[in-house]
């Protein structure tokens, strides 16, 4: 496929998708969807690749959906069609890691698409809000949902209540975000922090992002249990035998993916 909305490279054992719509602020557009699940597709088919970086601009991650497109719609075309499904949530369904690397503003269905990511690293420009309630809809994507369980009820609820946006320094003290670095450090902190994550093993990166996720969808006993069972899988990987075979030889490990 050929892409015209995003950017998409290989860096090492990382894959790199930067939105590149920069006369509409990286807005959402059904393209740009197709394109970014299309080259997700790509990195979770290639073996050679441990951890992907999903960013925009210095301007915007995303200023979220599409509003010149979407305006005409009427119900049964986005109920029929149940817009904003599926395609908008490839992120979510995606096993290796995915960081998002955010600059300026993530609005909407982009900070929606942020938000779906396994953690979000923002630069302090960074500008997070839900403003659907200022054209007349609320959040499709997750955003009531998801900014709910990152930030607490009291700011979630003022934030899609009235389209307040949240600035980086309030998004890392409410949690929504890990880490907040300089706007010109951002892409190269974001990747360093990818290839360490790409430099582990892969089953273990993944059997610990699924757990973490669990917490997200079950009970704490039911998520304690799930996490002791793939503990329990990880022994069955060629890479615990390594990991503490090599820790006992005070030597790197030698992963094998497997
Ligand atoms: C996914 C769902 C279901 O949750 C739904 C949604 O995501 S609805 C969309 C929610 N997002 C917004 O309401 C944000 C809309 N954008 C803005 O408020 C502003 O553009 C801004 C604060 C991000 C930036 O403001 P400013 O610096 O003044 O730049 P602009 O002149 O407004 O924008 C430049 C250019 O980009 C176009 N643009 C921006 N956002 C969108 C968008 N979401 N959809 C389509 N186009 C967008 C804007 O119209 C300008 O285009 P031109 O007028 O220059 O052609």
């Not at 995915?98 to 420009?125: K, R, W």
């Not at 990152?150 to 880490?179: H, I, N, P, Q, Y």
């Amino acid at each position: 496929m050929a892409y015209e909305n995003i950017l998409v490279e290989t860096r090492g054992n990382v894959g790199l998708i930067t939105l590149n719509r920069p006369k509409a602020m990286n807005a959402l557009c059904a393209a740009l969807i197709d394109e970014l699940s299309d080259a997700l597709d790509g990195f979770e088919k290639d073996a050679g690749i441990r951890c992907i970086v999903l960013t925009g601009s210095e301007k915007a991650f995303a200023a979220g959906a599409d509003i010149k497109e979407m305006k005409s719609k009427d119900f049964m075309d986005v109920y029929g069609e149940d817009f904003i499904t599926h395609d908008w949530e490839r992120v979510t369904w995606t096993r290796k890691p995915v960081i998002a690397a955010v600059a300026g503003y993530a609005l909407g269905g982009g900070c929606e698409m942020a938000m779906m990511c396994d953690f979000i690293i923002a630069a302090e420009n960074a500008k997070f809000g839900q403003p659907e309630i200022t054209i007349g809809t609320i959040p499709g994507s997750g955003g009531t949902q998801r900014l709910t369980r990152f930030v607490g009820k009291s700011k979630a609820m003022e934030m899609c209540l009235t389209g307040r946006m949240m600035d980086a320094a309030e998004a890392e003290r409410s949690g929504l975000v890990s880490r907040v670095v300089p706007v010109e450090d951002l892409l190269e902190d974001a990747m360093k922090t990818a290839e360490k994550i790409a430099g582990l093993s892969l089953p273990s990166v993944m059997m610990a992002k699924e757990a973490v996720n669990r917490a997200y969808e079950t009970t704490l006993a039911e998520g304690v249990k799930f996490e002791r069972r793939l503990f329990h899988s990880s022994f069955a990987t060629q890479d615990q035998k390594e990991g503490m075979a090599a820790f006992a030889e005070k030597r790197p490990a030698n992963w094998k993916h497997r």
